[in-house]
């Protein structure tokens, strides 16, 4: 209702929405070690559009659509290198932290394939790390340049704007994972209504009961030391932590339905016995459960996510699954389009030379034939030579044409000939 009332897609709000609400949890709070150890609430989402045509308006009714605490942070990610820096710098060899949530807009996916194609670029690891909610940050010679920010302290979201026919970077990168890692959206809307719904209003989502998310607000904080019921002075506390590891007893694991669980487990059942893996769709669990987990938090609850949230999610996996398949269509045939183009241009090109070495041919004959004295045809052509042979009687035909050369039959003990002979 809200999207149609801003006459933006739905479905592509509604990735919005999804980002901007697992913006403001807590990186603390986990989907549980079902398969290996705990795993992260981090989000990317595509919008797939045309240029200019909905990516933009899509984000910022999302923003209208819900009203968080704290506000989401939006920033760019400029490099692999760069993405570190979003939250914490190092100054005097010591680590600042800043904020521990990040939501990353890039309005155009070639701003993100011009950073990815850059030499010995580290933004496509960097992401696919990120999404699993591991270490960020690079390894240096000195610590007072490193700027560790590890697993479950920090959350990101990100929201990329596609093109349906430039989107390889993230297609191309499918080996690595980051194709799979990303819910793809469509701005498009085919059953609009011809008039705009009324406003529904905003959803105001509370602040997260338990644990710590900082956007825009600074990671250190004062904090006062009492002797003897009075402040005797004030130290600085890092209430963040990024450069530390987390603690169990700090993660709040959400519960999950059984259904999903048992999907989880056959899964990858079959993986482990060596079974095939299913391509595109590696992380296709994994992405509905943070789907489902956003679900739940717009439906207002912190504690599980329930059947009805795992279902609903389904849906929108469907959609995702759909709108990257007809991506793919696009590539590959603006690809195959391509393709056409160069053979045809390459086709025309090898015959524009081949016409330009035959005339050059044809006049070389031509030049040689009005040098001979008169002769026969047949000694005509051993005087040429022998790769040239076969234009001799058009080059001739020309020659008679202009009046440069004449043809006379004769015949020679029985034999019948023509003479050439040149008339200049």
């Known amino acids: 209702m809200f999207a149609r009332s801003r006459r933006v897609g739905p479905w592509s709000m509604l990735g919005a929405v999804l980002a901007r609400v697992l913006a403001v949890v807590p990186p603390s709070v986990v989907l549980p070690p079902t398969i290996g150890s705990h795993a992260s609430l981090n989000f990317f989402v595509a919008l797939v559009a045309a240029s200019g045509d909905g990516k933009g308006s899509s984000e910022s009714a999302a923003a209208d659509a819900i009203d968080t605490t704290p506000d989401v942070y939006v920033a760019t990610p400029g490099s692999g290198e760069g993405i570190p820096k979003q939250y914490a710098y190092k100054a005097s060899g010591k680590q600042v932290n800043l904020r521990n949530s990040v939501m990353f807009s890039v309005a155009e996916i070639d701003t993100l394939a011009a950073l990815g194609n850059r030499s010995n670029s580290t933004l496509m690891p960097e992401l696919r790390k990120a999404w699993m909610g591991e270490r960020l940050g690079f390894g240096y010679a000195t610590a ?40 793809w959206m469509p701005t ?19 602040r997260w009961p338990r644990g710590v998310v900082a956007t825009h607000e600074s990671a250190s904080s004062a904090q006062p030391v009492l002797e003897g019921g009075e402040v005797t002075h004030l130290i600085e506390v890092d209430v963040l932590g990024l450069q530390h590891p987390v603690k169990h007893s700090e993660l709040q694991a959400l519960q999950l339905p059984s259904v999903a669980v048992d999907l989880i487990h056959s899964t990858h059942l079959v993986k482990l016995r060596g079974g095939a893996r299913d391509g595109l769709d590696g992380h296709a669990i994994l992405a509905r459960l943070k789907v489902a987990a956003a679900l739940m938090v717009l439906d207002g609850r912190t504690d599980a996510v329930n059947e009805s949230d795992w279902d609903l999610a389904g849906m929108v996996m469907t959609v995702s699954d759909r709108t990257r398949a007809q991506v793919q269509k696009d590539v590959a045939f603006k690809a195959a389009q391509l393709n056409r183009h160069r053979g045809q241009t390459e086709g025309e090109r090898e015959l524009v030379k081949a016409e330009v070495v035959d005339t050059a041919r044809f006049k070389r004959v031509a030049g040689n034939l009005r040098k001979t004295s008169p002769m026969t045809m047949n000694q005509l052509k051993k005087r040429v030579a022998q790769r040239d042979r076969e234009l001799v009687e058009d080059a001739l035909g020309a020659l008679v044409d202009l009046g440069d050369v004449e043809l006379e039959d004769f015949e020679y003990k029985g034999t019948k000939g023509v003479r050439v002979s040149w008339t200049g």
């Open 144 to 183: 007072d340049k490193a700027v560790p920010i590890l697993n479950h302290r920090y959350r990101m979201t990100m929201v990329v704007g596609v093109q349906p026919g430039r989107s390889r970077a993230l297609l191309e990168d499918s080996d690595g994972g980051t194709t799979q890692r990303f819910l």
């Open 188 to 206: 498009t809307d085919p059953d609009a209504p011809d008039e705009a719904p009324d406003d529904p209003g905003t959803l105001a989502l509370h």
